[in-house]
C-alpha cells in the first residue's frame, strides 16, 4: 500500500467511530460544548501552542508528509530499521503500517507540574523501539497490548482528554509512531485541540525526528536511562549508542523548548528529564546529574525515581535481580545536590 492510499484510507472515517464494539466518543467520554466548536470549552486556552500556528501555515502538513516518508524506509528511531513498514512490514518494534493504543485517561500520578490541577490526559500507546528487559509495562511495550485505532479515532480521544479537563495531551512511548501522531494532531486541531503536547519518551530519538517535531511539542519529558552505552547494550535488546543517541536528543529538545515554565503551577513549555535509579548505579546517576548541570543548566527539571523493581526478564541479569537496597537512592540524591541542581526530585 502506498503512502497516499494508506493516508486516504485512515482519513476517510467519519462521523460515528466504533472501537472492538464500544461507541468510542462514549468509551473516552468525549462530548461537544455548548459554543458549538467540537471539543473547545470557552476560556480554556492559557497558552496558545505554536502547533497551531503551524497549521494555520501548511508547515504542520509540510512535517506530516516528511514523517510519513520515514516509513518506508524506517529510520524513525536511531535502530534505523529500514523495512518499508507502509508496506505491512514490522521493524525491531514490531508495528508495521497500522498502531495501538493500550489505554487512555485524565492521570495524576505524573509529576506535579505536569498534572496540575487538571490532569493530563494520557495516551499509552503500544509497543516500543527500545524494548528494556526491566520494562514495568513489558505487556503494552513488548507484547504489544492494545487495540487498533484510526487516526480519526485517536483525534477523537484528544478531544475527549481535554474535554475531561485534561489540562495536556501526555503522549507515551511515542516514537516509533510519529507519523500516526501528527495524522491525529491534524484532524484534532479542527475539531478544537488547543492544550499542550507531551512528548513522554525513552530519549531513544534521532536528532532529524525531533527537529520534525519542533513547535510541535510543548514539552519534551524524556528519560535519560543510561549514560554509558557499552552498559546500556546488555539491557536495550542489543540498543545502539543509547547515552549518544539520548543525549543528542535531548539537547535539542532542551534547544527548542528551553527550561520548564509554568501557569499556575502547571508546566505549559520547556523540557523535564527522568532518570531511574539502578542497582550498584549502573545507570550512571553521578554522571547524568554532571551532564545535565554542564549541558543544559542547574535549573533544568529533573525526576530522579528510585521505584526499580526487577520486572519482566530482570531476574535473570544480575544486579537487576532486585531492589535499590538501603542507602542507593540517597546516595543518588547527594550526587544531585553536590552537582548543584536546582530543580530535583
Known amino acids: 500500500m502506498t503512502r497516499r492510499k494508506f493516508l486516504k484510507t485512515c482519513f476517510a472515517a467519519a462521523g460515528l467511530t466504533v472501537l472492538g464494539g ?30 497551531l500556528d503551524l497549521e494555520a501555515s501548511g508547515e504542520l502538513e509540510r512535517r506530516e ?39 487512555t485517561r485524565v492521570g495524576f500520578g ?40 484510526t487516526h480519526d479515532q485517536l483525534a477523537d480521544i484528544m478531544i475527549s482528554l481535554q474535554n475531561r479537563g485534561a489540562g495536556n495531551i501526555n503522549l507515551i512511548t511515542p516514537t516509533h509512531l510519529t507519523p500516526h501522531i501528527v495524522s491525529a494532531v491534524r484532524l484534532a486541531i479542527a475539531r478544537g485541540l488547543n492544550v499542550p503536547l507531551i512528548y513522554n519518551t525513552s530519549g531513544y530519538e534521532t536528532l532529524e525526528v525531533i527537529r520534525l517535531l519542533d513547535g510541535i511539542i510543548d514539552i519534551y519529558q524524556p ?32 534547544r527548542q523548548v528551553g527550561t520548564l515554565r509554568e501557569i499556575n503551577g502547571a508546566a505549559y513549555r520547556g523540557l523535564l528529564v527522568r532518570h531511574l535509579v539502578l542497582p550498584e548505579n549502573l545507570s550512571g ?36 535481580h532486585r531492589r535499590l537496597i ?20
Open 110 to 149: 505524573e509529576e506535579r507540574t505536569i498534572v496540575g490541577r487538571r490532569g493530563t490526559g494520557e495516551i499509552f500507546f503500544s509497543n516500543c523501539n527500545l524494548l528494556c528487559i526491566f520494562c514495568q509495562n513489558w505487556q503494552i511495550a513488548h507484547r504489544g497490548d492494545g487495540r487498533i485505532l
Open 326 to 345: 538501603p542507602g542507593e537512592f540517597d546516595q543518588a540524591m547527594r550526587w544531585a545536590r553536590e552537582a548543584g541542581l536546582r530543580n530535583f526530585h
Open 285 to 320: 546517576t553521578d554522571t547524568f546529574v554532571r551532564w545535565i548541570v554542564s549541558q543544559l543548566g542547574a535549573d533544568t527539571h529533573v525526576n530522579i525515581m528510585p521505584q526499580f523493581w526487577p520486572a519482566f526478564q530482570s531476574r535473570y541479569h544480575p544486579p537487576l
Open 223 to 254: 528519560d535519560f536511562k543510561f549514560q554509558d552505552s557499552n552498559i546500556a547494550i546488555r539491557f536495550l535488546q542489543g540498543a545502539p549508542d543509547y547515552a549518544g543517541y539520548a543525549a543528542t536528543a535531548i539537547r535539542e529538545m532542551h
Open 22 to 51: 464500544w461507541n468510542l466518543r462514549a468509551w473516552a467520554g468525549g462530548r461537544q460544548d455548548q459554543s458549538g466548536v467540537p471539543g473547545v470549552p470557552q476560556g480554556r486556552a492559557e497558552h496558545r501552542p505554536r502547533y
Open 65 to 103: 508528509r516528511a514523517l510519513w516518508a520515514k516509513m518506508e524506509n524506517c529510520d524513525l528511531c536511531p535502530r534505523r530499521c529500514h523495512v518499508n513498514r507502509m508496506a505491512g512490514i514490522a521493524g525491531v518494534c514490531r508495528v508495521s503500517n497500522t498502531f495501538r493504543v493500550a489505554s
